[in-house]
């Protein structure tokens, strides 16, 4: 079964500063990959994913996420986090390898509070 | 201008009053689901679709149903809420092209509270 993890259920970091936001998974095969960014009282807005290649993928609002096979992790990551960027996100991941009902499912982590301060 | 709604965005119910909440994407995407999240938790997927008339369960299924009768409607039926389906809910759609790879649009959420 495919499961994801989001070791931190919140990260505090300086205006300015690099940012992590950790996520790891487990599946049988190789993953496909998701960020997903809520902002209060919003739904969720796509932020980028991992099909295959480049282990290193950017996406929007200068986000960047790295993919680790031998660490099955995914941690999402910005080189100057702006207060703006204060929000909840998930990491989310799919097996394209499972049969039957459970090829279409999607599973998130349980999210992460960044918070950025001035 | 491409979007999922859902409606209501607010209920309140009480336990055993059947309900359904609408879903609909303009953007003519196969893939379709629902989403409950919650505190501490994340979000949890409770079905999905692959096309019209093709449903399967997510993680967390019980106590609800969907049906899939047209391409751009997804409605989740409560059909008897219990207080611990107190949730956010949230519809998503995504293109099939490609395979699973596209990212999903959400919903703005329904917020449901049943007493």
Not at chain 1, 18 to 30: A, E, H, I, R
Not at chain 1, 49 to 77: C, M, P, R, W
Not at chain 2, 19 to 26: D, E, I, R, Y
Not at chain 2, 79 to 90: H, K
Request: charged share 15%; glycine share 8%.
């Amino acid at each position: 079964a495919q499961s994801v993890a989001q070791p931190e259920d919140q990260v505090n970091v300086a205006e300015g500063n690099p940012l992590t936001v950790k996520c790891t998974y487990s599946v049988s095969g190789n993953p496909y990959l998701f960020w997903y960014v809520q902002y209060p009282n919003r739904g969720l807005q796509f932020l980028l994913k991992y099909i295959t290649g480049d282990n290193l993928v950017k996406g929007s609002y200068g986000f960047e996420a790295e993919f680790n096979k031998s660490q099955t992790s995914f941690h999402l990551k910005k080189p100057s986090a702006l207060v703006s960027d204060s929000a909840l996100y998930f990491c989310a991941v799919r097996d394209p390898n499972a049969g039957g009902t459970s090829y279409g499912k999607l599973t998130f982590g349980q999210g992460t509070i960044l918070t950025v301060h001035p | 201008e491409a979007q999922v709604t859902q409606n209501p965005r607010y209920l309140i119910t009480v336990t055993g009053k059947k309900l359904t909440v609408t879903c609909s994407q303009n953007m003519n995407h196969e893939y379709m689901s629902w989403y409950r999240q919650d505190p501490g938790l994340g979000l949890r997927q409770i079905y999905y679709s692959m096309n019209v008339e093709v449903t399967d369960k997510g993680d967390v299924p019980e106590g609800y149903k969907v049906s899939r009768k047209e391409k751009r409607n997804f409605p989740l039926i409560l059909e008897s809420p219990s207080p611990n389906q107190t949730s956010l809910y949230f519809c998503a759609s995504s293109l099939l092209a490609g395979g699973l790879t596209n990212e999903q649009f959400f919903g703005p959420g329904t917020r449901l509270t049943v007493l």
